[in-house]
């Protein structure tokens, strides 16, 4: 990008975009290629979260700790000193050095600072809820959901009104933000199943698996494999209902840079949730996209033409391997049917 010249910035600054690239396999480019005053905000806000998620994530912090750590966290933003250096986590670099992330956190325009900090107030405030209650029903899914995810869209979505890159409506519509996050993270959270059931992370809707099996850990066992596929069918099912938000979300993106940035995020996981539908690989691996595949969604999402293709695509494939004796057959038929066609 040639906006971004590595060699014009403050020794802060880079190191803060070193952290980026350290720390987000999938994100880093998109946020990158982002026009000028809004990249910088959305790298930020980017390792303010990397660095609450890794407190969240990291189960050698003591709960007594971790709760008053997640709710406070807000506020360390503005404890110039404050870092933590206690994290065994993979990202921990973002903790141990928190202190530089927050001064430039103080540098950007205050509008910018405080959607960072009121959603980084409410998310803290939303992990202790989930730390270490089980997620029962749909509704709870949904509710965790909004925390970790739906609050990025909806801040995302105020950072991108704020910019003056786009109109008011694109940072007012909460709920059409909201879906934008949940689609990724319910993606997220159906193709992660098997690596984190390994760390004991449970984070399929009790509502859901218990139709299929008497735990969510059973559901790995071979023997279950017929019932395992049916609940990760009911669970794409779930997020595919996302599909008309997200397509209504992008058709209102006018600035290039932040269309592709939130288009290949959504792209990627309707790719994701095509790989993974009827897949019983999910129960045994991590299931992944192809390279090939991952570069053409990143190069050509760059229109809603070129989107509602994309999204017909998947749709189209997953309408064709719809088992017709699925429980959820005629509800995924339904949820895929408003990715096909002209929408
Ligand atoms: C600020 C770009 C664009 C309207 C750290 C982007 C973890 C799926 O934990 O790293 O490794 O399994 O694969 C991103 C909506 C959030 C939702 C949420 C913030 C899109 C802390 C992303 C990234 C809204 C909680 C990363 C939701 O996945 O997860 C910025 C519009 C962080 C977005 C977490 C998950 C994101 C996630 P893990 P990943
Ligand atoms: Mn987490
Ligand atoms: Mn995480
Ligand atoms: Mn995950």
Known sequence: NSQCDLTLMSSDMRTCYEYLRLTSRSFCAVIMALDEDLRYAVCIYYLVLRALDTVEDDMTIPVDEKIPLLKAFHEKLYEPDWHYTQSKEKDRVVLENFNIISSEFRNLAPVFQSVIADSCREMGYGMTVFLDAKIDTYDQWDEYCHYVAGLVGIGLSKLFTASGLENTVVGQDEAISNSMGLFLQKTNIIRDYYEDILQKRLFWPKQAWIKYGNSLESLKDPRNLNNAVACLNELVTDALKHIPDVLTYLSRIRNQSV??????????????????????????????????????????????LAIRNFMNHFCTKIYNRIPPIDPNAGRTRTAVSYGIGPG
């Not at 949730?273 to 090939?292: A, D, M, S, W």
């Not at 053409?296 to 999402?301: A, F, G, P, T």
């Open 259 to 304: 269309f592709n940035f939130c288009a290949i995020p959504q792209m990627m996981a309707i790719a994701t949730l095509e790989r993974c539908y009827n897949n019983p690989h999910v129960f045994r691996k991590n299931v992944k996209i192809r390279k090939g595949a991952a570069v053409r969604l990143m190069d050509q999402s760059t229109s809603m």
